[in-house]
């Protein structure tokens, strides 16, 4: 039976109980407007899971629980270009993971996107009776009640580590050695050894393909422990966020409906300012996050963007060199999403390989190369 509703209305808990007493099959999909995330059921039971968020992806995954590196991924997504298949299989078939290895985190990544659903306060969901994806579904054994249970406790704990690190623009900094001998799960290490007491938390999450929940997870351990202390959030400097403003065609209406964001997007579009046109499509598509109208003009107007930007010359075998000196780039404020991409840039990948291992959306990873090269940072040879 295919039902749709708002997590205000029917739980999360609710929810899965429900389809998961019912022995229901289909696809459980679940939109806040920014993101996505599908549970796939079989006769009751999750068999997979899936998110919008690239760095939900089994890939970006298994970088971040320290199973492989970038490297490894490249080579594996290069060969899934060429031969097709599923990258889990690749992986295996290539001898970088154990087939039980990729069992369990194919099982933990589950667990982990719909831990993270807990946390959304609002959202609205659809069950798609009978829909599910023809290939890589297996039985987990994941206990529903268990699962429910711990994402509750879970959601309690986020309220605790709020309070000791309230945004992630706040940088953590180390007052004690963080790593122990015995040390440590790989993803836990991998966090901990980028905490350099410069990197915010969104730097972190990024250079460490984690997501924002797991990266909390580890520092808040260390902050009990008394072996990290939390700085204040990074100040932007009053000219920047006006800069912002002006760029985007000045403040951005929050009652505004989508037929009039759809339509400033359009406006910047033809401008070729592709932020604020982005920024406006985003907004629209999450007014009306289950309106599958709005979401095929917002991704034909996306697809205008990456167009307009590919026109001005972010190409994927183009390589970007950087023009700046590392010295200069220092004294730049740039992004966390745009640090990410600059510290990927070595003279010889392409953007194309760049992107295929980066935890941002292809919109997204392009919008950074364009703006990289509009500003003169980098400059693209092919």
Not at 81 to 91: K, P
Not at 244 to 252: D, E, L, P
Request: charged residues 25%.
């Amino acid at each position: 039976m295919s039902i749709n509703g708002n997590l205000q209305t029917m739980s999360l808990a609710e929810l899965l109980q429900w389809l998961a007493n019912g022995r229901q099959t289909g696809t459980l999909s679940i939109t806040d407007g920014k993101e996505e995330k599908r549970v796939f059921f079989q006769d009751g039971e999750i068999v997979s899971s899936s998110s919008s968020d690239p760095k939900g992806f089994i890939g970006q995954f298994l970088i971040s629980k320290g199973v492989i590196t970038e490297e490894i991924l490249a080579q594996a997504i290069a060969v899934q270009d060429e031969q097709g298949g599923l990258l889990g299989e690749i992986l295996v078939e290539g001898g970088a993971v154990e087939q039980e290895m990729l069992d369990q985190m194919l099982k933990l990544k589950t667990e982990e996107n719909i831990f993270e659903l807990f946390a959304w306060e609002e959202g609205t969901f659809e069950f798609l009776d009978g829909e599910l994806p023809q290939r890589g579904l297996v039985s987990m054994s994941i206990y529903i009640t268990g699962l429910v249970m711990e994402g509750m406790r879970r959601l309690d704990h986020a309220a605790a580590i709020k309070a000791l690190i309230p945004s992630p623009q706040c940088v953590p900094v180390s007052v004690a050695p963080l790593i122990d001998e015995d040390e440590m799960d790989p993803g836990w290490l991998g966090v901990l050894e980028a905490v350099d007491d410069d990197r915010s938390i969104e730097d972190i999450c990024l250079h460490t393909h984690s997501s924002e929940a797991f990266v909390s997870q580890v520092l808040y351990q260390r902050i009990t422990e008394g072996k990290i202390k939390v700085v204040r959030p990074r100040m932007v400097a009053a000219e920047s966020i006006e800069s912002q403003r002006v760029a985007s065609g000045g403040n951005m209406a929050p009652a505004a409906g989508t037929e009039a964001l759809l339509a400033e997007a359009n406006e910047h579009l033809k401008k070729g300012a592709y932020e604020p046109a982005t920024r406006h499509l985003t907004a629209a598509a999450s007014l009306d996050p289950h309106n599958r109208e709005l979401a095929l003009v917002v991704k034909e107007l996306e697809s205008e963007v990456m167009a307009g930007i590919k026109e001005d010359g972010i190409v994927f075998d183009a390589v970007p060199v950087l023009e700046t000196s590392l010295d200069e780039l220092r004294n730049v404020s740039f992004s966390p999403e745009e640090g990410f991409i600059l510290s990927r840039i070595n003279g010889s990948s392409d953007i194309g390989s760049i992107m295929k291992i980066s935890p941002l959306s292809e919109l997204d990873s392009q919008l950074v190369f364009w703006k990289l090269a509009r500003d003169g940072h980098i400059k693209l040879e092919s």
